[in-house]
């Protein structure tokens, strides 16, 4: 395996508190804390129709927070079917919404879009179309098949593109791929593969990796992604790297051999018993699509992804956002 393989310490960990259900009907939900110290929440609509925003001062007051649509679907082609899993950034003096999107006439022709705002508030502002985010042009491979939940991050000044796009024939499968990003709405390089399902956690129903988020903290970066299919096997997996380390290298990333977040259903033989006696949260289950950010202090502070209360199909009847809090990691 190209890159290096982590095994799970032995240390004590501090188990999972929080069950509730945070925002309900919110598949693929995003937070992010602004400068100011507010806070902005978005995720999958159930009818996958359109992109909303909310804004709090607190996280605890987003769920009661007025949401506004800001972007709709378009009546048919590109963008007109499928808008899922949108991510609001702030780059360059502007905000940034990347999400999916496909046709209604191809309704798995899904590719990754970009809105901006150059407004001071993305809630009220005024969003503008972007179009499909760009490839490098050298670059014959990415963007060309089912690519989808993109997210961006940056590194000692340079910023980079995380998303999964589906490869091979018949039943394909998806991988992650990062590339160094040129401006908010290209990529600068050619795509680099990060992670494709290795083990069988990752291939129950269908081989994925997806739903990839980033956390950068005491000099690594830690990404976290969805594994396998939208059942009660969706779970989600891990890469770190140091921070100095060539991001676009699959040999910087340790990827842990075991998922680090399980449901209790013991249907999931992949799951061993230490995994769903550290990591699982109680009556939740196919817990994936994970995004975190940080507290006031900038430390990691909480994690936010969508669970089912019941082995769903994935189509966003059952999901709803979730808040656990998080244990520390000692390593």
Same mark, same amino acid.
């Given at each position: 395996m190209p890159f290096a393989e982590g095994?799970?310490?032995?240390?004590?960990?501090?188990?999972?508190?929080?069950e509730k259900p945070w925002i309900a009907g919110r598949a693929d939900p995003y937070v992010l804390r602004a400068e100011d110290g507010s806070y902005y929440f978005t995720a999958s609509l159930p009818a996958f129709d359109s992109i909303a925003l909310r804004h709090a001062a607190h996280l605890r007051d987003l769920p009661k927070a007025k949401e506004q649509v800001i972007w709709r679907k378009h009546g048919s082609g590109p963008m007109s079917f499928n808008i899922? %899993?949108? *991510?609001?950034? =702030?780059?360059?003096? +502007?905000?940034? $919404?990347?999400?999916?999107?496909?046709?209604?006439?191809?309704?798995?022709?899904?590719?990754?879009?970009?809105?901006?705002?150059?407004?001071?508030?993305?809630?009220?502002?005024?969003?503008?179309?972007?179009?499909?985010?760009?490839? %490098?042009? *050298?670059?014959? =491979?990415?963007?060309? +098949?089912?690519? $989808?939940?993109?997210?961006?991050?940056?590194?000692?000044?340079?910023?980079?593109?995380?998303?999964?796009?589906?490869?091979?024939?018949?039943?394909?499968?998806?991988?992650?791929?990062?590339a160094r990003m040129e401006s908010p709405t290209k990529l600068a390089t050619v795509q680099e593969l990060l992670t494709t399902p290795d083990y069988p956690w990752e291939r129950h129903g269908?081989?994925?990796?997806?739903?990839?988020?980033?956390?950068?903290?005491?000099?690594?970066?830690?990404?976290?992604?969805?594994?396998?299919?939208?059942?009660a096997a969706y779970c989600m997996g891990m890469l770190e790297a140091d921070e100095d380390a060539d991001l676009l290298d699959r040999a910087s990333w340790t990827k842990l051999r075991e998922p680090v977040m399980a449901s209790r259903e013991k249907?999931?033989?992949?799951?061993?018993?230490?995994?769903?006696?550290?990591?699982?949260?109680?009556?939740m289950t196919a817990q994936g699509m994970p995004?975190?950010?940080?507290?006031?202090?900038?430390?990691?502070?909480?994690?936010?992804?969508?669970?089912?209360?019941?082995?769903?199909?994935?189509?966003?009847?059952?999901e709803r956002a979730a808040l656990p809090s998080v244990p520390a990691r000692g390593d």
């Amino acid at each position: 395996m190209p890159f290096a393989e982590g095994k799970m310490k032995s240390q004590k960990r501090t188990a999972f508190t929080y069950e509730k259900p945070w925002i309900a009907g919110r598949a693929d939900p995003y937070v992010l804390r602004a400068e100011d110290g507010s806070y902005y929440f978005t995720a999958s609509l159930p009818a996958f129709d359109s992109i909303a925003l909310r804004h709090a001062a607190h996280l605890r007051d987003l769920p009661k927070a007025k949401e506004q649509v800001i972007w709709r679907k378009h009546g048919s082609g590109p963008m007109s079917f499928n808008i899922w %899993a949108p *991510e609001l950034h =702030f780059l360059d003096g +502007a905000w940034y $919404l990347y999400f999916a999107a496909s046709d209604k006439d191809d309704i798995w022709q899904l590719r990754p879009y970009v809105l901006t705002c150059r407004d001071a508030d993305p809630v009220t502002g005024t969003w503008e179309e972007c179009g499909q985010m760009q490839c %490098a042009e *050298e670059d014959p =491979f990415s963007f060309r +098949a089912f690519s $989808l939940d993109a997210t961006v991050f940056e590194n000692h000044g340079e910023r980079y593109y995380v998303w999964a796009e589906k490869v091979g024939v018949g039943q394909q499968i998806s991988n992650l791929y990062i590339a160094r990003m040129e401006s908010p709405t290209k990529l600068a390089t050619v795509q680099e593969l990060l992670t494709t399902p290795d083990y069988p956690w990752e291939r129950h129903g269908f081989w994925v990796n997806e739903g990839p988020a980033v956390l950068h903290h005491g000099g690594k970066i830690w990404l976290t992604f969805s594994a396998s299919d939208t059942s009660a096997a969706y779970c989600m997996g891990m890469l770190e790297a140091d921070e100095d380390a060539d991001l676009l290298d699959r040999a910087s990333w340790t990827k842990l051999r075991e998922p680090v977040m399980a449901s209790r259903e013991k249907s999931v033989s992949f799951t061993q018993e230490r995994v769903r006696r550290q990591r699982e949260i109680p009556s939740m289950t196919a817990q994936g699509m994970p995004t975190a950010c940080t507290s006031p202090l900038m430390r990691p502070g909480a994690l936010f992804l969508h669970r089912t209360r019941s082995e769903g199909s994935g189509d966003g009847r059952n999901e709803r956002a979730a808040l656990p809090s998080v244990p520390a990691r000692g390593d």
